[in-house]
């Protein structure tokens, strides 16, 4: 091989590694991936809402609130300013209100509190700090400084409950309990 082709190898090889080099150094990076939103809790909110449960065609209780707010994707539900009632076989009604609640689609339970206030449609009054539905057990509780007023009757204790509207109940906790004279 004579000098020139040597020459012009050494040409040709220089400028295909610089074509290489310039190849490689001006490729676009590949655009960057978008990050994922960060997801807030997904909440849909309503005024003047009610949320409610019927089993068997029987409606076991319904909810009416200043402000429902409820979680898309567990469907749990916090409760502003409510007021509500719940039905006992029998037809009598225990109606409710509190200044708080919750409902979890899950077990179904509800949980209210502040201002509880509760009255039977056969006349009986109860107060508590809380008040819970335990929908597998279908079990009402006042819970909290429960205090229970009926005609002639007093009861009072950390924890009254009930299966059927208050018309029976179960005192626990500090239970106290008269018949006659002031029920105040």
Do not use: C
């Not at 003047?48 to 979680?71: C, F, M, P, Q, Y």
């Amino acid at each position: 091989m004579s000098k020139m082709h040597k020459g012009l190898i050494a040409v040709a090889v220089a400028a295909f590694a610089a074509l290489v080099v310039w190849a490689v150094a001006t490729v676009p990076e590949p655009p960057a991936k978008p990050e994922a939103p960060v997801e807030e809790n997904k909440v849909m909110r309503y005024d003047g809402n009610e949320i409610s449960e019927e089993k068997n065609g029987r409606k076991i209780w319904d909810l009416t609130a200043e402000h429902i707010d409820v979680n898309i994707e567990t469907r749990d539900a916090v409760l502003e300013n409510l007021q509500g009632h719940f039905y006992a076989e029998d037809g009598r009604v225990v109606e409710v209100k509190a200044s708080k609640g919750t409902y979890t689609e899950g077990t179904k339970d509800i949980v209210l509190s502040g201002n509880v206030e509760i009255k039977n449609s056969d006349g009986a009054q109860l107060n508590s700090d809380e008040l819970r539905w335990d929908a597998q057990k279908e079990i009402l509780a006042a819970i909290g400084n429960a205090k229970a007023v009926k005609e002639d009757m007093l009861a009072t204790g950390d924890r009254i409950e009930s299966s059927d509207g208050f018309n029976k109940i179960k005192i626990s906790g500090k239970a106290y309990l008269r018949r006659g004279g002031e029920t105040k």
